[in-house]
């Protein structure tokens, strides 16, 4: 577990806070068609969609709010090409990998890989199969995974009307947007199928038509793990490297894909061997990689993190020796969070398969209590943040499925409903406790900078932005004293940053640099004597 250089738990020092990240490397007029955007077909899957569709289409309610889909799109994409595109984005050797056709039983399995790996990933999602496995694209929003539209029901879009063509680009928006309030910016046509049609469809909605330039064929293994279908996978994926910025095309449809998981990792180490740099199809290279969480007690520092298994694993640093890892078990998205419920125990939450708050709490002489999950709705569309006030109040923060800030709290032993603290933010927010009973609350707005507000005297103040250009879940942690408030992120650039404040009391500093190249969001804490400001990192270490 956690061994290679790309998935190591990195520390860094600087008493009194201690930060921990993982470690990695770097409608308007419709223009007329250009050369070669007619009626055009590719072989990308069965014909008869056998093994695609995770259910018959007519037993599969239509979602709510289609009309409104289209207008969602165009709100929140950019302006698309007129045409197609399958060169991947960026400079020097870039390398997309993209899924087609899911979710299904091999999305997570594809998914622990990309994290292992510390590479992005596309997922052209079928609605249908949405409406089907809902908790898996929960669970993909959770990741920060793109999430493209690939119709409701997979036809051949040359045999559809312009009309009919927008139905399926729009039905299969609305429901990505009632599972996690994202619309897709993104579009693969099934079979790589197109015609005008198709093109101005997406161009009206701002739907970028992607194909690919590699097809490894990976459908025809037919649910075989069979070596001869992973070793034609990989051949057929390795032929890419002839180009400067291949897109490659795989699949997660409803028939589990073990040979396209069993090749995927082979795939990527012969493209990074190559010098290639991986892209999603928004042309991002930092992967949402699940973040690990820290707590302190009597024993010392606990670090939680998800492994490359989907399960929850733990390890501790007393008196400056880490113990090995050992697994805590549970199959979980995205990052979990911990919390010093005690003197001698923490308390782990996180997202479960079923879109659920589960917790473990496990003692400094490692006594471990059954997972179990908190009787809440199922609204998590990302990792949870959790604080322990100085009153005993437990709060835990989530990304709702309507892209808000959802709060549950635990007084007496009882956990609240869910409270709505608004705002719109695309991935999971970060809390910590301040003072007495106060709260603050950090989250990403929808272009990449920092979003805050806190809770004081009895009052939640207005959202603020603090800028900057953020590309994981953010961190936060009070000083020691409570008097003051660190904000720690990974950047754009994929390096660390941080800012400090007194949010009630004064104006937070500009962001300053951490530095690292990371593939996650940090874990934060702070130990030592009480913090005046934040000056002096000490160098990055590997954790393991």
């Given at each position: 577990?956690?061994?290679?250089?790309?998935?190591?738990?990195?520390?860094?020092?600087?008493?009194?806070?201690?930060?921990?990240?993982?470690?990695?490397?770097?409608?308007?007029?419709?223009?007329?068609?250009?050369?070669?955007?007619?009626?055009?077909?590719?072989?990308?899957?069965?014909?008869?969609?056998?093994?695609?569709?995770?259910?018959?289409?007519?037993?599969?309610?239509?979602?709510?709010?289609?009309?409104?889909?289209?207008?969602?799109?165009?709100?929140?994409?950019?302006?698309?090409?007129?045409?197609?595109?399958?060169?991947?984005?960026?400079?020097?050797?870039?390398?997309?990998?993209?899924?087609?056709?899911?979710?299904?039983?091999?999305?997570?399995?594809?998914?622990?890989?990309?994290?292992?790996?510390?590479?992005?990933?596309?997922?052209?999602?079928?609605?249908?199969?949405?409406?089907?496995?809902?908790?898996?694209?929960?669970?993909?929003?959770?990741?920060?995974?793109?999430?493209?539209?690939?119709?409701?029901?997979?036809?051949?879009?040359?045999?559809?009307?312009?009309?009919?063509?927008?139905?399926?680009?729009?039905?299969?928006?609305?429901?990505?947007?009632?599972?996690?309030?994202?619309?897709?910016?993104?579009?693969?046509?099934?079979?790589?199928?197109?015609?005008?049609?198709?093109?101005?469809?997406?161009?009206?909605?701002?739907?970028?038509?992607?194909?690919?330039?590699?097809?490894?064929?990976?459908?025809?293994?037919?649910?075989?793990?069979?070596?001869?279908?992973?070793?034609?996978?990989?051949?057929?994926?390795?032929?890419?490297?002839?180009?400067?910025?291949?897109?490659?095309l795989m699949h997660n449809q409803a028939n589990p894909n073990p040979?396209?998981?069993?090749?995927?990792?082979?795939?990527i180490e012969y493209y990074r061997n190559l010098g290639y740099t991986?892209?999603?199809?928004?042309?991002?290279?930092?992967?949402?990689?699940?973040?690990?969480?820290?707590?302190?007690?009597?024993?010392?520092?606990?670090?939680?993190?998800?492994?490359?298994?989907?399960?929850?694993?733990?390890?501790?640093?007393?008196?400056?020796?880490?113990?090995?890892?050992?697994?805590?078990?549970?199959?979980?998205?995205?990052?979990?969070?911990?919390?010093?419920?005690?003197?001698?125990?923490?308390?782990?939450?996180?997202?479960?398969?079923?879109?659920?708050?589960?917790?473990?709490?496990?003692?400094?002489?490692?006594?471990?209590?059954?997972?179990?999950?908190?009787?809440?709705?199922?609204?998590?569309?990302?990792?949870?943040?959790?604080?322990?006030?100085?009153?005993?109040?437990?709060?835990?923060?989530?990304?709702?499925?309507?892209?808000?800030?959802?709060?549950?709290?635990?007084?007496?032993?009882?956990?609240?409903?869910?409270?709505?603290?608004?705002?719109?933010?695309?991935?999971?927010?970060?809390?910590?406790?301040?003072?007495?009973?106060?709260?603050?609350?950090?989250?990403?707005?929808?272009?990449?900078?920092?979003?805050?507000?806190?809770?004081?005297?009895?009052?939640?103040?207005?959202?603020?932005?603090?800028?900057?250009?953020?590309?994981?879940?953010?961190?936060?942690?009070?000083?020691?004293?409570?008097?003051?408030?660190?904000?720690?992120?990974?950047?754009?650039?994929?390096?660390?940053?941080?800012?400090?404040?007194?949010?009630?009391?004064?104006?937070?500093?500009?962001?300053?640099?951490?530095?690292?190249?990371?593939?996650?969001?940090?874990?934060?804490?702070?130990?030592?004597?009480?913090?005046?400001?934040?000056?002096?990192?000490?160098?990055?270490?590997?954790?393991?």
């Amino acid at each position: 577990m956690f061994r290679s250089r790309l998935r190591a738990a990195a520390l860094v020092l600087s008493l009194p806070l201690a930060a921990f990240a993982i470690a990695g490397t770097p409608a308007s007029a419709i223009p007329p068609p250009s050369p070669g955007d007619g009626a055009q077909s590719t072989e990308e899957g069965p014909l008869d969609n056998n093994g695609v569709l995770a259910a018959d289409p007519s037993q599969v309610p239509k979602p709510n709010r289609v009309s409104t889909a289209a207008a969602a799109s165009l709100a929140n994409c950019p302006p698309a090409p007129y045409g197609t595109q399958s060169v991947a984005p960026g400079s020097g050797k870039t390398v997309a990998l993209t899924f087609d056709d899911g979710p299904g039983p091999s999305t997570l399995p594809i998914i622990n890989v990309l994290q292992k790996y510390g590479v992005p990933g596309t997922f052209f999602n079928i609605g249908v199969n949405q409406a089907v496995f809902s908790t898996t694209v929960r669970g993909e929003a959770g990741f920060g995974l793109v999430l493209g539209n690939h119709t409701w029901d997979h036809p051949n879009m040359t045999t559809l009307s312009l009309a009919d063509q927008g139905v399926q680009m729009d039905e299969t928006t609305a429901e990505q947007m009632s599972l996690v309030n994202e619309p897709t910016c993104i579009f693969r046509p099934p079979y790589g199928s197109y015609n005008a049609d198709t093109l101005t469809a997406a161009y009206q909605r701002h739907l970028a038509v992607w194909m690919w330039s590699v097809d490894t064929e990976d459908w025809k293994a037919n649910g075989s793990s069979d070596p001869y279908w992973v070793n034609r996978i990989i051949t057929r994926a390795e032929a890419g490297s002839s180009q400067q910025h291949p897109v490659i095309l795989m699949h997660n449809q409803a028939n589990p894909n073990p040979a396209t998981v069993a090749a995927l990792p082979t795939i990527i180490e012969y493209y990074r061997n190559l010098g290639y740099t991986f892209v999603d199809l928004h042309g991002g290279t930092g992967y949402g990689a699940a973040h690990p969480a820290a707590a302190k007690t009597a024993s010392g520092v606990h670090l939680f993190a998800r492994g490359t298994d989907g399960a929850v694993w733990e390890r501790t640093r007393n008196n400056g020796v880490w113990t090995l890892w050992s697994s805590l078990g549970g199959t979980i998205y995205a990052s979990p969070t911990a919390v010093a419920t005690g003197p001698t125990e923490t308390t782990v939450f996180v997202q479960g398969l079923d879109n659920r708050i589960w917790t473990r709490t496990v003692s400094d002489s490692g006594a471990l209590t059954a997972w179990g999950s908190l009787d809440l709705p199922p609204i998590l569309t990302s990792s949870p943040s959790a604080t322990l006030g100085a009153d005993g109040t437990l709060s835990l923060v989530v990304r709702g499925t309507d892209g808000a800030v959802w709060l549950t709290q635990r007084t007496g032993g009882q956990w609240s409903g869910w409270q709505s603290l608004g705002g719109s933010i695309t991935i999971g927010p970060a809390i910590t406790a301040t003072g007495t009973n106060g709260l603050t609350l950090t989250a990403l707005a929808a272009d990449t900078s920092l979003l805050e507000r806190h809770f004081a005297d009895g009052a939640w103040s207005s959202w603020q932005s603090l800028g900057g250009g953020i590309s994981a879940e953010p961190a936060l942690t009070a000083t020691v004293g409570d008097t003051g408030v660190v904000s720690l992120v990974r950047g754009n650039d994929n390096g660390g940053w941080f800012k400090v404040a007194n949010p009630s009391t004064g104006p937070w500093t500009g962001w300053q640099p951490v530095g690292g190249l990371l593939i996650s969001g940090f874990a934060a804490l702070t130990e030592g004597t009480k913090l005046t400001n934040v000056s002096g990192w000490g160098s990055w270490y590997r954790v393991g």
